[in-house]
C-alpha cells in the first residue's frame, strides 16, 4: 500500500537560515509527488509537484524538492527562510493512474528572530 | 479563474445534533470534488469524493454522509454528531479526469461539545 511518511513532526530554524523538510514514500512504482503548504486555519496551497523527468523541481516562493528514486524520497528545501514561511507543510503521493491522494502527517515550520 | 467556496468556516455544535457542511466551485464545470477531514496533529484523511452529480464514493465508514446535488456543490452531513467527528473539514476539487493536482478550499472549523 501507498504510504508518506514525514519523519519530523515540527522543525525550528532561524530567519535567513537553510531549510529541508524530509518526506519518504512507499509505492511500487515511480509516483506522482507533491507538497503543500497550509497556513493556521486555512486549506492547502501548492507549492509543487514532480510527475517526471528532472528529479529537482521549482516550486512558488522560492522552494525546491528533489526526488530521488533510490531513497524513496522527496525531500523539501529552501536556501533562506522567512518569517512568512511559518506553516504547516504537507507531502502527498498519488500512484499513477491511481486516484487517491495521501497525505503525510506534516510538518510543523516554526521561524525564529 | 476557479474559486472554491466553503462555509460556514467556523461552527460549534452538540453531540446529536445535525450538521451541513457546503461547498462551492466557481469557474470550472464536472470537477471532481473531496471532502477530507484534518485531526490536529494528522494530515489529512479522505472521506469522500464525486467524479459527477450524484456519484458519490466513500472512502471510510463512520457518521458522515456526502451529497451532491448540483454539478458544483458538494455537501457533507450527518444526522448525529460524535465528539470524534471535531476537526477541521477541507473541501476541494480537480480538473475533470485529472485527479492528481487538487486545489483546497478554506476549510471549516468544527468544535462537537
Known amino acids: 500500500a501507498q504510504s508518506v511518511t514525514q519523519p519530523d513532526i515540527h522543525i525550528t530554524v532561524s530567519e535567513g537560515a537553510s531549510l529541508e523538510l524530509r518526506c519518504n514514500y512507499s509505492?511500487?512504482?515511480?509516483?506522482?509527488l507533491f507538497w503543500y503548504v497550509q497556513s493556521p486555519g486555512q486549506g492547502l496551497q501548492l507549492l509543487l509537484k514532480y510527475f517526471s523527468g528532472d528529479t529537482l523541481v521549482q516550486g512558488i516562493k522560492g522552494f525546491e524538492a528533489e526526488f530521488k528514486r533510490s531513497q524513496s524520497s522527496f525531500n523539501l528545501r529552501k536556501p533562506s527562510v522567512h518569517w512568512s514561511d511559518a506553516a504547516e507543510y504537507f507531502c502527498?503521493?498519488?500512484?499513477?493512474?491511481?486516484?487517491?491522494?495521501?497525505f503525510g502527517a506534516g510538518t510543523r515550520l516554526f521561524v525564529k528572530a | 479563474s476557479q474559486t472554491i467556496h466553503q462555509w460556514p468556516a467556523t461552527l460549534v455544535q452538540p453531540v446529536g445534533s445535525p450538521l451541513s457542511l457546503e461547498c462551492t466551485v466557481e469557474g470550472t464545470s464536472n470537477p471532481n470534488l473531496y471532502w477530507y477531514r484534518q485531526a490536529a496533529g494528522r494530515g489529512l484523511q479522505l472521506l469522500f469524493y464525486?467524479?459527477?452529480?450524484?456519484?458519490i464514493s466513500s472512502e471510510v465508514p463512520q457518521n458522515l454522509s456526502a451529497s451532491r446535488p448540483q454539478d458544483r456543490q458538494f455537501i457533507l452531513s450527518s444526522k448525529k454528531l460524535l465528539l470524534s467527528d471535531s476537526g477541521f473539514y477541507l473541501c476541494?476539487?480537480?480538473?475533470?479526469?485529472?485527479?492528481?493536482?487538487?486545489?483546497f478550499g478554506p476549510g471549516t472549523r468544527l468544535t462537537v461539545t
Open positions: 476541494a476539487w480537480s480538473v475533470p479526469g485529472q485527479y492528481y493536482e487538487q486545489y
Open positions: 464525486s467524479v459527477g452529480i450524484g456519484q
Open positions: 502527498a503521493v498519488v500512484g499513477t493512474g491511481g486516484f487517491k491522494t495521501i
Open positions: 509505492y511500487g512504482a515511480t509516483p506522482y
